[in-house]
């Protein structure tokens, strides 16, 4: 699970996105990336 308040993400080209997953027994792990390139993807009405 990813709790919200745990959740930064923004997809922008550029941006650095943070998450923290918890596990059942309450520990957690941490997540980080960068969004190095975006693309835009078609979606049907």
Known sequence: M???ETLDFV???GRA???RI???DG???DW???FDELER???AA
Request: a negative charge.
């Open 2 to 4: 990813v709790p919200g």
């Open 11 to 13: 997809a922008e080209q």
């Open 17 to 19: 996105w943070t998450a």
């Open 22 to 24: 918890v596990l059942p």
């Open 27 to 29: 520990n957690g792990i």
């Open 32 to 34: 980080a990336g960068e």
């Open 41 to 43: 993807v078609a979606t």
